[in-house]
């Protein structure tokens, strides 16, 4: 039964058609046989993710479960975190997932917070990783854009600590990046202080203030462990978010904590003499 | 061996073939080239509408402005005509190794051999078939003739019905009924032979050898041989240029920048396409400005990566333009591009998408026009303890791995935010001897205009560790002493701070992000 049909749908041209540009072969079905049809495309693309095959993983276990894998290819990805939040450490994460792949990525640091040394530490391949530092959010957005035309499979955009340069950008180029990502199967991960993108991202998360853990106490000198935080999956389009997760970041040589393990800060009583209330480590 | 097989490209009315290249758009008018200026000016080459007017080489342009009111004239260009040469060698280079260039339009190239490549009945009009189709393709109306000397073929290539073929042997019986003019004799020997009633290259190549040098000498024994079909000199091949070269002078100088970027457009398309027909990317464009009255100046942009983008180089020379504009009226410009081989990319099957070198090539050459140098590249730590070293390099990524790998797992690490330039704060202090050895109590950010666009940073240290002691350069004048400290602020984040000990000045470098 289909074959007449797409016959028909593809050698007649419609009736009252200006002319062969203007025709195009869904035209003439009915609305429902016309939402039931799939270009190869928009098919694959669908196979993938159902498959999960879209996905880049971060290597982030909490990050990956709530999105199911990891980063959705051809998708813009939000993540939104205040200062300690560990939304910097989430996304250097995804950039060493993506070059210990093989992958070639990008990094768009608007808030030029990129620290080499801190990034060859946590995995990245440096020279798989192209570092663009841009000085406004117009230039960060048209960088992030030209990257994705230019075929990175993984564009990180990072807008900095507040005050952004640049505000929040109009909702449109967020628009226009999505679709670029979209067009150009691209993922694309913006981490920034506050929701920027509007509508454009198919997921929003969003990271609470982290709380850092000390070790040492007493008299003996403190040392920073680690810094516990939590997840949570705001937006999915199409589907219902799925809660949050605990996330545990610890520093480079120290042990690595757990999330539950994280030990919470005691609460400390403030006294006006520092002497007595803050302890001295001796470097 | 046999005797050689020489083609010569000609491009007939060279001056005009050159303008036209940089003008397609004067193609349809009544064009002339002018040598000289003023009343002196006189017409060097005229266009087929021209001469139908009247209008011949020679005429001032006075004359020829009362033959053709309409007439449209350009002086002749030496950039366009160099660009034109360049242009009609590369042509040549393309099908022979050995190409000699005789300027002004004239290219010899050795073809011995080359016949072998087409199969049709008669290899060698192919052959210069394909000469003229590839001289077309490049804007260049180019006749080709082949023949055993180079005189011979040059004569051939100015016939109609291009391409003409000499037969091998047979180029003395071709030039033989050819007025003597053709071989552009000296005007001394000219004469001479005019008085002995020589009138045709046959009459002279039938004089005895040995009584031509005894009485012309050897400049006489030289055009001799050439009437015989005989080159005095063997084809000299040219040592290729390392730099393509576009440019033309302007109609008149040009003090704005769109108007020349305008003009400058056009010979940025053709040096591109020069390039990319020849495999190569421009690695660097060079401009050379003509400047009125009188000066030159000259300037070069580095590009991260070799690319053919034509609209990529505009911009970039739009932004250098802009950056340094040359201070005085546009007379002319040249081009320069530097070649370089494109990147190549070997696409696997089976592992991750590889960037297309190209596009890779042209995105880089993007990125640096929109943000400048030093704000694109790769990074890499330098040797040291400061933390806000870096270097940036160009970026130039490693071929995919042949099979997909799986990430590695995460480690879970926390990372620094750099803040750069660190941020000043104030910092109260505290302990036993807050002089000496300062323990800080409390972050309060200075008011100043510039802290407004810088994070805000300040409250109640909760928690802090140091000091932790960094000493470099302490074999320099201004060694770099720093505490660093990291603090947690009640409920507001987690920093890396220090102080210098030298001011006492405190600074926020990074965050616990």
Not at chain 1, 110 to 117: A, N, T
Not at chain 1, 258 to 271: G, L, Q, T, V
Not at chain 2, 333 to 351: I, K, N
Not at chain 2, 441 to 470: D, F, H, M, Q
Request: proline content about 10%.
């Amino acid at each position: 039964m289909a074959e007449p049909l797409a016959r028909e749908t593809l050698m007649e041209p419609p009736a009252g058609s200006v002319g062969p540009a203007a025709w195009r072969p869904r035209s003439p079905l009915s609305e429902a046989l016309r939402l039931r049809l799939r270009s190869a495309r928009e098919l694959q693309r669908q196979l993938q993710d159902a498959a999960g095959a879209g996905a880049f993983p971060t290597a982030v276990p909490a990050f990956d479960r709530l999105l199911d894998g990891g980063l959705p290819r051809g998708h813009l990805v939000e993540l939104v975190g205040s200062r300690t939040s560990g939304r910097f450490s989430i996304l250097l994460a995804a950039l060493a997932a993506g070059t210990s792949a093989g992958e070639t990525v990008a990094l768009v640091d608007l808030g030029d917070g990129l620290d080499p040394g801190a990034a060859l530490g946590a995995g990245i391949d440096l020279e798989s990783l192209l570092w663009v530092r841009p000085s406004t959010l117009t230039h960060a957005l048209a960088a992030t854009e030209m990257l994705i035309a230019g075929g990175f499979p993984l564009v990180a955009l990072d807008l900095g600590q507040p005050p952004v340069r640049g505000g929040r950008g109009v909702e449109a180029a967020w628009l226009r990046l999505a679709r670029a990502a979209r067009s150009h199967d691209s993922a694309l991960l913006v981490s920034t202080p506050y929701r920027v993108s509007g509508t454009a991202a198919v997921a929003v998360l969003k990271a609470a203030r982290g709380r850092a853990a000390w070790w040492g106490g007493g008299g003996s000198p403190r040392l920073l462990a680690s810094v516990a935080s939590q997840v949570e999956l705001e937006k999915y389009r199409g589907r219902l978010p799925r809660g949050s997760e605990d996330l545990a970041l610890a520093l480079a040589g120290a042990p690595r904590p757990s999330a539950k393990a994280a030990p919470r800060p005691r609460p400390r009583i403030r006294e006006h003499r520092p002497e007595v209330s803050y302890l001295q480590a001796v470097g | 061996m046999g005797s050689p097989r020489i083609a010569c490209l000609l491009l007939p009315l060279f001056p005009l073939a050159a303008r036209l290249r940089s003008e397609p758009e004067l193609a349809q008018e009544a064009l002339v080239t002018v040598a000289g200026n003023g009343n002196a000016a006189r017409v060097v080459a005229a266009t087929r509408l021209a001469r139908t007017a009247g209008v011949r080489p020679g005429v001032t342009l006075i004359q020829a402005r009362a033959l053709c009111p309409k007439l449209v004239a350009r002086p002749r260009d030496e950039e366009c005509e160099r660009a034109a040469q360049e242009c009609l060698l590369e042509v040549a280079d393309g099908f022979s190794p050995r190409v000699e260039d005789a300027g002004e339009g004239i290219v010899y190239l050795d073809v011995e051999g080359l016949e072998r490549h087409y199969s049709g009945p008669s290899p060698e009009l192919d052959l210069g078939r394909s000469l003229m189709r590839a001289a077309e393709a490049d804007s260049l109306p180019a006749r080709v003739g082949i023949a055993s000397s180079k005189l011979a073929a040059r004569v051939a290539a100015g016939l109609p019905e291009p391409p003409v073929i000499v037969p091998a042997g047979e180029e003395a019986s071709f030039l033989a009924p050819l007025p003597l003019h053709r071989l552009c004799p000296e005007v001394e020997i000219a004469e001479t032979l005019e008085r002995w009633g020589v009138r045709s290259v046959g009459d002279f190549a039938s004089l005895p050898p040995s009584r031509v040098m005894s009485r012309l000498g050897r400049t006489g024994r030289e055009l001799h041989a050439t009437a015989r079909g005989i080159d005095p000199c063997p084809l000299i091949p040219r040592e290729p240029s390392p730099v393509f070269h576009e440019g033309m002078s302007l109609e008149w100088p040009l003090v704005s920048l769109e108007p020349f970027l305008f003009a400058s457009r056009a010979a940025l398309d053709r040096l591109c396409q020069r390039l990319e027909s020849r495999g190569f990317a421009c690695i660097r464009l060079g401009l050379e400005l003509r400047l009125e009255p009188d000066g030159h100046q000259s300037r070069s942009i580095d590009l991260p990566a070799p690319t053919h983008d034509a609209k990529t180089l505009l911009t970039l020379l739009r932004l250098d333009l802009e950056a340094r504009p040359p201070g005085a009226p546009v007379a002319g410009f040249t081009l320069l591009g530097y070649p370089d081989r494109p990147r190549q990319a070997q696409l696997s099957l089976y592992g991750p998408a590889a960037l297309s070198p190209d596009k890779l090539a042209t995105t880089l050459a993007r990125l640096f026009a929109l943000l400048g140098p030093g704000r694109v590249g790769s990074p890499r730590p330098l040797d040291g303890h400061l933390p806000e070293r870096f270097a940036l390099v160009d970026f130039s990524p490693p071929p995919p791995p042949e099979v997909r790998r799986e990430p590695r797992a995460g480690r879970g690490l926390l990372a620094v935010r750099a803040l750069r330039p660190p941020v000043e704060i104030e910092v109260l202090t505290g302990g036993a001897d807050p002089q000496a050895d300062p323990i800080p109590v409390e972050i309060r950010t200075p008011a100043n205009g510039a802290a407004a666009k810088r994070p805000r940073i300040e409250g109640a240290i909760k928690v802090a560790s140091g000091p932790w002691g960094l000493e470099e350069e302490w074999w320099a004048g201004d060694p770099i002493r720093r505490d660093y400290w990291d603090v947690e602020l009640s409920g507001r984040g987690l920093y890396r701070i220090y102080r210098e000990r030298a001011t006492g000045v405190w600074y926020a470098d990074g965050i616990y992000d």
